[in-house]
C-alpha cells in the first residue's frame, strides 16, 4: 500500500523506488522530504497532503489528483505529470528539471520562486495561478492557459508564447516581464491594450 510505503519512507528516510501504485486513496497525510524514484503513480487520489520538500525522480503521475498538496521546495526530475489534476497545489520554490506536464489541470496553483529547467508544459489550464519570480531555462509550453496568470518579476525573454492563450495576465508597471517575448500577431495586439498602446 502507498500510505504504508510513504510512512516507512518517512520514519526511515529510505527512497520509495522501482514501485508501481494504482487507485491508491491518501489523504491530509504529513509526509515532508519523501523520496520516490523510479515510480509509477496510476490514477491515484492524493489530494491535500504535505509533501513539501520531497524528491521525484523520474516519477510518473497518471492520471492523479494532487489537489491541494503543499510542495513546496519539492525537486522533480525527468518526472511526468500526464492527465492530472493539480488545482490550487503550491510548488513555491520547487524545481522542475526535464519534467512534462501533459493535458493537466492547474488552476490557482503558486508557483512563486519555481524554476523550471527544460520542461515542457503542453495543453494545460494554468488560469489564475501565480508565476511571479520564476526562474525559466529553456521551457517549451504548447497550447498552454495562462489567462489571468500572475508573471510578476518573471522574465519571459525568449520564451515562445505563440500558441498559449496570455488574456489578463499581470506583470509588473514597467512591463519589463515581457521584452523578448515571442508572441503571435493577435496576441500583440492584445499586449498593446495592456500597454496602453492605441493601433490605428
Not at 68 to 78: E, R, S, V, W
Amino acid at each position: 500500500m502507498l500510505y504504508d510505503e510513504i510512512i516507512h519512507a518517512v520514519e526511515a528516510e529510505t527512497v520509495i523506488e522501482q514501485k508501481a501504485f494504482e487507485n491508491e486513496k491518501i489523504s491530509g497525510m504529513n509526509a515532508e522530504k519523501v523520496m520516490f524514484e523510479h515510480v509509477q503513480l496510476i490514477k491515484c487520489q492524493m489530494p491535500g497532503n504535505d509533501l513539501n520538500g520531497g524528491e521525484f525522480i523520474d516519477v510518473v503521475f497518471d492520471g492523479c489528483d494532487l489537489s491541494n498538496c503543499h510542495l513546496k521546495n519539492a525537486y522533480f526530475k525527468d518526472c511526468k505529470f500526464l492527465n492530472c489534476k493539480l488545482d490550487g497545489c503550491s510548488f513555491c520554490s520547487a524545481s522542475f528539471k526535464s519534467t512534462k506536464m501533459e493535458n493537466c489541470s492547474s488552476l490557482y496553483c503558486n508557483y512563486v520562486s519555481t524554476l523550471w529547467e527544460n520542461t515542457l508544459a503542453v495543453d494545460c489550464n494554468m488560469e489564475q495561478s501565480f508565476f511571479s519570480e520564476v526562474i525559466l531555462k529553456k521551457p517549451v509550453f504548447h497550447n498552454v492557459n495562462f489567462t489571468s496568470v500572475d508573471f510578476f518579476k518573471t522574465r519571459l525573454k525568449g520564451i515562445d508564447l505563440s500558441d498559449c492563450v496570455i488574456s489578463n495576465i499581470m506583470v509588473s508597471d514597467t512591463y519589463v516581464e515581457l521584452a523578448g517575448a515571442k508572441v503571435s500577431i493577435y496576441q500583440a495586439a492584445e499586449l498593446a491594450r495592456l500597454l496602453k498602446v492605441q493601433i490605428v
